[in-house]
């Protein structure tokens, strides 16, 4: 007797992702914001790697500044079919419960977004040139008026 179970395989939208595959290192600028008053340069390092049999990509990401480690954080992105859309499970070393952002990946451009208490955040991952991620991430009280939280460009390391 044969099983004919056929185990899930990840589609096209799973596939796009594997664009953030790789160790990337860049210039970070920070704004002015709640979290970092005043703002800095800073140093980003990124290493995105394919888990669950390509169903996802999972990023360790820390934040450089004054020769130290001044943030990390942990991410799992993905597409969820029954909704068609990419999310970003987030969680960092504010300590914060995890956020759960969620948006689309059109034309090489990943666009999320989160409701977070005291307003939203997006996040962009520009992925239309090989070997560059441009990464853009603003914040919002009302999701309409948008300020620069931070940005960064990544080259493969």
Do not use: C, K
Not at 5 to 10: E, G, L
Not at 14 to 43: C, F, K, N, T, Y
Not at 51 to 68: K, P, S, T
Not at 116 to 125: D, E, I, L, N, V
């Amino acid at each position: 007797m044969s099983n004919s179970f056929q185990m899930p395989r990840p589609t096209d939208a799973h596939r796009a992702l594997e664009a953030l595959i790789g160790r990337w290192q860049g210039e970070e600028i920070m704004h002015p914001s709640p979290w970092d008053p005043v703002g800095g340069a800073a140093i980003g390092m990124t290493h995105n790697a394919r888990a669950l049999d390509g169903f996802a990509i999972v990023q360790d990401y820390q934040q450089i500044r004054n020769e130290a480690v001044s943030f990390s954080g942990h991410g799992v992105f993905r597409f969820d079919a029954q909704s068609s859309h990419y999310e970003l499970h987030w969680m960092d070393s504010m300590g914060g419960p995890p956020s759960l952002f969620t948006g689309t990946f059109d034309h090489g451009i990943l666009l999320l977004q989160q409701r977070m208490s005291g307003g939203f955040m997006r996040a962009q991952w520009d992925l239309r040139h090989a070997g560059v991620i441009r990464y853009r991430a603003e914040i919002s009280g009302d999701s309409t008026q948008w300020a620069p939280f931070m940005e960064g460009n990544y080259e493969r390391a």
